[in-house]
């Protein structure tokens, strides 16, 4: 069994490049819209089931068009991510889990891993703490940056 999973890794195609796809977290109803979309046209055999299609396409502008926010907090408080005006998140955090982190990106459909350095590229930050431009223009100053700051300046200084 150990070599015939061998022999599938070699000859799969995941390490191309494009292979990997990722598309951002949608609705429950988007779901749920293109399921019964399938379902009428599998099952039905009458010209109803071309309903079916009309129900996918349905699903899928819901999918395309699902809102996202444009800030999260973290259960405790420790990771803030902005939405900037570019689409992308950018995090600060001042905690070393990286699980919020890890989460939120691969819901925003976005490949950077928590270790990336230029997550925190949308903050801009001085001695006072840090700030953010929001999609609508509008600043935003969470309080989480304020330590990650201290500790930053200090390496910056040595």
């Known amino acids: 069994m150990g070599s ?10 995941s390490g191309l490049p494009g292979a990997v796809g990722r598309i951002p977290a ?43 926010p444009d800030v999260m907090v973290s259960a405790n408080a420790d990771a803030v991510a902005v939405r900037g005006s570019d689409g992308r998140l950018s995090i600060l955090r001042n905690s070393s889990d990286p699980l919020a982190m890890r989460d939120w990106l691969s819901a925003d459909g976005d490949g950077r891993e928590p270790k990336d350095t230029n997550l925190k590229d949308g903050f801009l930050c001085d001695q006072m703490g840090c700030t953010a ?15 990650q700051l201290r500790r930053t300046a200090s390496w910056q200084a040595s």
């Open 26 to 68: 949608f609705g429950v109803g988007a779901l749920l819209m293109a399921s019964v979309g399938l379902f009428v046209l599998c099952l039905l055999r009458t010209r109803w089931r071309l309903a079916g299609v009309a129900l996918v396409l349905a699903a899928i502008a819901m999918a395309v068009h699902a809102p996202r």
């Open 133 to 147: 431009r929001l999609p609508d223009g509008t600043w935003f100053r969470p309080r989480v940056g304020r330590k």
């Open 4 to 13: 015939g999973i061998d022999w599938m890794n070699a000859i799969a195609l």
